[in-house]
């Protein structure tokens, strides 16, 4: 059983480009959580998603950034006209349902570069 | 108002030793879950341990413990018999049921192990 898959680990994208982050969650997982971790830094929260919906997006900033998690395929978290400030570790969650005792499970992270 | 606090950003323990790692949390959610995270270097997130808001019991999973105090919002980690392997950064984390599901992280604690 597969985990939480990330990639790329490592993206290095020059300023204005655009950042694609691809996770596919665990097997029988629907729930989607991505963070974003900047050096010596806990995660931030940044978007919470169910199959074709997102449920909160409250930590996403309003321009450039945008996710989704489709029907079929993996949850993408894309970034649009990149700065030096979006050089980050970009971590992904899943979990199998709601719920205060479901954990969830992390994917290995994409640590972007931005140049 | 920090939904997670950790105070602690660096300890330090002798290896066979107990250490506590601290977390505050603020919720008015009745139903919550508390979770503690371990980030080694690598930089995966490794899920360590659960604890539920009607929990009676503290949670144990091998070396690590939970010593929850509802009343106090607290939810110390405790390891025991520290290992080398145990230096990393630690992240307490929790999710509130009824207001969103998305997990809240705090800042970390660094914790090294000495020979």
């Known amino acids: 059983n597969a985990g939480v898959m990330q990639n790329p680990r490592h993206l290095v994208r020059r300023r204005g480009q655009e950042a694609r982050l691809r996770c596919s969650p665990m097997k029988g997982h629907s729930h989607v959580y991505w963070y974003r971790q900047l050096p010596e830094e806990g995660l931030k929260f940044m978007v919470y998603?169910?199959?074709?919906?997102?449920?909160?997006e409250s930590g996403m900033p309003k321009e450039r950034f945008s996710a989704e998690f489709p029907k079929e395929g993996p949850s993408i978290l894309r970034i649009q006209q990149v700065v030096r400030g979006d050089s980050a570790a970009y971590f992904c969650?899943?979990?199998?349902?709601?719920?205060?005792?479901?954990?969830?499970?992390f994917g290995q992270g994409t640590r972007l570069t931005v140049v | 108002a920090q939904k997670i606090t950790q105070t602690q950003p660096g300890m330090f323990v002798q290896e066979k030793e107990a250490v506590t790692l601290d977390c505050t949390y603020d919720?008015?959610?009745?139903?919550?879950?508390l979770f503690w995270y371990k980030q080694p270097s690598s930089g995966e997130m490794i899920f360590l341990i659960y604890q539920g808001s009607y929990d009676q019991q503290n949670a144990t999973e091998g070396r690590y413990s939970l010593n929850f105090q509802k009343a106090r919002k607290s939810a110390n980690l405790v390891i025991s018999a520290s290992q080398l392997g145990d230096s990393a950064m630690y992240f307490c984390a929790m999710r509130e049921v009824n207001t969103g599901n998305q997990f809240y992280f705090g800042t970390g604690t660094s914790l090294t192990v000495i020979p």
């Open positions: 998603l169910q199959k074709e919906n997102i449920i909160d």
């Open positions: 969650a899943s979990s199998q349902k709601q719920g205060e005792n479901t954990e969830a499970f």
């Open positions: 919720t008015s959610d009745p139903s919550y879950g």
